[in-house]
T-cell receptor, first 110, second 111 residues
Framework: NAGVTQTPKFQVLKTGQSMTLQCAQD?????MYWYRQDPGMGLRLIYY???????DKGEVPNGYNVSRLNKREFSLRLESAAPSQTSVYFC?????????FGPGTRLLVL | KQEVTQIPAALSVPEGENLVLNCSFT??????LQWFRQDPGKGLTSLLL?????REQTSGRLNASLDKSSGRSTLYIAASQPGDSATYLC??????????FGDGTTLTVKP
């Protein structure tokens, strides 16, 4: 099992560009999450999906959209990137309680 | 809105010491509380999960306690080792499945 995988690992964008962060899990988990982590801080929930076909806003959803494509995949889209979105993005999945995290995507918006 | 605070923000101890990390939360209506470890540049690894009805969980040299009524949890690390150096985060999950994280405690264990 690969667990939770994220692509890309690193990305540099210019202000106004768009991109999609990909996340996939092979553990047959129902719930999936997107977080961002800024330097010296904990994780803040952007969006989550309790099951295939459902998504809900977290603490900091503005500027982001998500798609739960199927049970395995949960993508995060930045339509018009801003420097304030420079961060490390983590995807996680959960069968019910314990969350399993991917390695993260480091995003720099210039 | 749930707020999670971790004190201290950083801690440095000599190898072999026992230590306690603290986590407090403002809303006691939680589903569970989880402690994670994060190594530099890496993702998070779950250490211990305590259900809201439980008082503590143990794994090896780690023991986590939960006092839901006072909004506090502690992570006790016995006989610390240099390999324990990392950032430790606590997270509380509500009944809707949303988790709120603290900012973490960065632990350095000196040989």
């Amino acid at each position: 099992n690969a667990g939770v995988t994220q692509t890309p690992k690193f990305q540099v964008l210019k202000t106004g560009q768009s991109m999609t962060l990909q996340c996939a899990q092979d553990m047959n988990h129902n719930s999936m999450y997107w977080y961002r982590q800024d330097p010296g801080m904990g994780l803040r929930l952007i969006y989550y999906s309790a099951s295939e076909g459902t998504t809900d806003k977290g603490e900091v959803p503005n500027g982001y959209n998500v798609s739960r494509l199927n049970k395995r995949e949960f993508s995060l889209r930045l339509e018009s990137a801003a420097p304030s979105q420079t961060s490390v993005y983590f995807c996680a999945s959960s069968p019910k309680e314990t969350q399993y995290f991917g390695p993260g995507t480091r995003l720099l918006v210039l | 809105k749930q707020e999670v605070t971790q004190i201290p923000a950083a801690l440095s101890v000599p190898e072999g010491e026992n230590l306690v990390l603290n986590c407090s939360f403002t809303d006691s209506a939680i589903y569970n509380l989880q402690w994670f470890r994060q190594d530099p540049g890496k993702g998070l690894t779950s250490l211990l999960l305590i259900q809201s009805s439980q008082r503590e969980q143990t794994s090896g040299r780690l023991n986590a306690s939960l006092d839901k009524s006072s909004g506090r949890s502690t992570l006790y690390i016995a006989a610390s080792q240099p390999g324990d150096s990392a950032t430790y985060l606590c997270a509380v999950e509500d009944n809707a499945g949303k988790s709120t994280f603290g900012d973490g405690t960065t632990l350095t264990v000196k040989p």
